[in-house]
Nanobody
Framework: QVQLVESGGGLVQAGGSLRLSCAASGRTFGISYMGWFRQAPGKEREFVAAISWSGSNTGYADSVKGRFTISRDNAKDTVYLQMNSLEPEDTAIYYC???????????????????WGQGTQVTVSS
């Protein structure tokens, strides 16, 4: 099993920044990629960003491209999501996820992830 613990959420004004962290523990061997998803009230969970386990490949949703950056600290098995120029539309619960045993660099599809964190709330005020 793999445990994922998110941190770094909070309340920020529009235009501000936050950095989310996701620490992976347990049987991390074999993880292929990690990603961030978000879910706003009344909406479906949507892909935000993903990174291959090596950190060499990344992908972003169009809505966050140029504002968010995903990165990974290999030594700490931790993935980060740096969020800049935040907008009220970014308000959601942000979830970290990990996929194991895949042959591709990452995916934007929730079904491609085997482990999920509990989520951290991000609220952007206008």
């Amino acid at each position: 099993q793999v445990q994922l613990v998110e941190s770094g959420g909070g309340l920020v004004q529009a235009g501000g920044s936050l950095r989310l962290s996701c620490a992976a523990s347990g049987r991390t061997f074999g993880i292929s990629y990690m990603g961030w998803f978000r879910q706003a009230p009344g909406k479906e969970r949507e892909f935000v960003a993903a990174i291959s386990w090596s950190g060499s490949n990344t992908g972003y949703a169009d809505s966050v491209k140029g504002r968010f950056t995903i990165s990974r600290d290999n030594a700490k098995d931790t993935v980060y999501l740096q969020m800049n120029s935040l907008e009220p539309e970014d308000t959601a619960i942000y979830y970290c996820a990990a996929g194991r045993g895949r042959t591709y660099y990452y995916t934007a599809v929730p079904a491609g992830y085997d482990y999920w964190g509990q989520g951290t709330q991000v609220t952007v005020s206008s």
